[in-house]
């Protein structure tokens, strides 16, 4: 994920939160109780990477910036594996080439299992023993570690589905799919806010990442909001008008995609002679009208925007329209792995948390008065604010509690295979 791992936080993390780490450190090897360590290597794509590697990256943040540092008499597991794991880190030197982590077949995806044991005792054990001093050194970025570990958790389920997918057998990541409450689906309804200048970002009280702030006060017009995501049986009105061939639809770099790419529908969709199915994490499946569309680009949220008359919103006035919610939805914590319809039990209000990360019209830029976090763990955010666009909300992938109102997640246009859906937006 395109995600931000530099973060600030303020003085109240005075603590390690060594309960939420050990936790998480253990909710990553539960993903893949599942996967053959076959599975584990496998990449299936530049923007993928493989099972094992998430297992093994997430540690190596742990042992480069904590450990190798602050942890006396700590000794490496092995020294290889800060070239082989460190993933675009320039201050910490030489990595191993993004598209050939696949390749990787040694060390074995049970040798990376030892290496998280390595790495997770010397931290049982510095966490037991740190002094005041340190422990306030450090809980910021253990905090990091914690929130690091989990967007690759939510990228490991992505990539293992895109891995999924090129297998003609369509091979179901989650054995049994979850029986679901009954619900009703639910219309079009609209919500309207009133313009002015309001303010957003994040206000610095606990842990965020850099680019969530600083604070600052946007100027808004008036506009109105869809309450719900648009949907697959929204899609499919889409397709039959003809408008994947519709070149007045669809932005220069879009249209070219659409043309490059052969794009007739959204990633995983396969037609078959009963009808339009999707590769999902229980394997291909028919496709669930009112459900939300997910696996589609900037370009075709924007395209289908412009088909309906509307527009897509922009990060300030989703951020706005979230005021007063709880950013509580269908997270991974709900068992489901994918998105729901909206009005189901399971569902957030109006869908603004969890499901889909939502495209919106803003590009990935930085905040007035942003400052990257200094030394290493800076370098993710600031120097990725070109050729972006933000996405907003979270996903059915995201991990629970992960999720807040002014996380900005970031792709490039053309991206598709994350849970990426879309909600209408228009002047007022």
Not at 40 to 53: C, E, H, L, Y
Not at 242 to 270: C, F, H, K, Q
């Amino acid at each position: 994920m395109a995600s931000p791992t530099a973060m600030k936080a303020d003085t109240a993390l005075q603590e390690f939160p060594a309960e939420r780490l050990f936790e998480t450190r253990k909710q990553s090897l539960r993903l893949t109780e599942n996967l053959s360590d076959a599975d584990q290597t496998v990449q299936s794509m530049d923007d993928a990477s493989p099972a094992k590697w998430h297992l093994a990256h997430t540690t190596w943040f742990f042992e480069a910036f904590i450990l190798r540092d602050h942890a006396p008499g700590y000794q490496p597991y092995s020294d290889d594996f800060f070239y082989l794991f460190n993933s675009y880190y320039e201050n910490e030197g030489e990595r191993h080439p993004r598209p050939f982590r696949g390749m990787i077949t040694r060390p074995s995806a049970s040798e990376v299992r030892d290496y998280r044991a390595h790495v997770d005792e010397a931290l049982e054990k510095l966490v037991a023993t740190a002094d005041e001093g340190l422990t306030e050194k450090l809980a910021p970025l253990v905090e990091l570690g914690i929130n690091h570990e989990q967007q690759h958790q939510e990228l490991l389920l992505t990539d293992i589905l895109h891995l999924f997918a090129q297998n003609p057998l369509y091979p179901s990541y989650s054995v049994t799919e979850p029986k679901t409450a009954p619900h009703e689906a639910t219309g079009d309804t609209w919500s309207s806010f009133d313009g002015g200048i309001r303010r957003v970002g994040h206000d610095g009280a606990g842990f965020f990442y850099d680019n969530e702030g600083p604070a600052h006060d946007a100027l808004i017009r008036p506009f109105r909001l869809a309450d719900r995501l648009v949907t697959n049986r929204d899609w499919l009105e889409f397709m039959a008008d003809g408008a994947y061939s519709i070149a007045t639809l669809w932005l220069s770099d879009g249209w070219a995609s659409v043309n490059r790419e052969g794009w007739r529908a959204p990633l995983y969709w396969r037609e078959r002679e009963d009808g339009w199915h999707q590769m999902s994490l229980y394997g291909l499946r028919p496709i669930d009208p009112d459900a939300p569309v997910c696996h589609v680009s900037y370009y075709e949220a924007e395209a289908f925007a412009r088909w309906a008359g509307k527009r897509l919103p922009t990060e300030t006035e989703w951020e706005v329209a979230t005021e007063g919610l709880s950013p509580r939805g269908n997270t991974v914590g709900t068992g489901a792995l994918r998105a729901l319809p909206a009005g189901h039990p399971l569902g957030g209000e109006r869908q603004m948390f969890g499901d889909l990360w939502e495209w919106t019209a803003s590009a990935y830029s930085p905040y007035p008065g942003f400052r990257p976090a200094e030394g290493a763990v800076g370098e993710y955010n600031g120097k990725f604010m070109i050729s972006q666009m933000v996405l907003r909300g979270g996903s059915c992938a995201t991990p629970e509690g992960h999720i807040r109102a002014t996380y900005r997640n970031f792709f490039y246009p053309h991206h598709r295979w994350q849970f990426m859906g879309l909600r209408l937006a228009e002047d007022a």
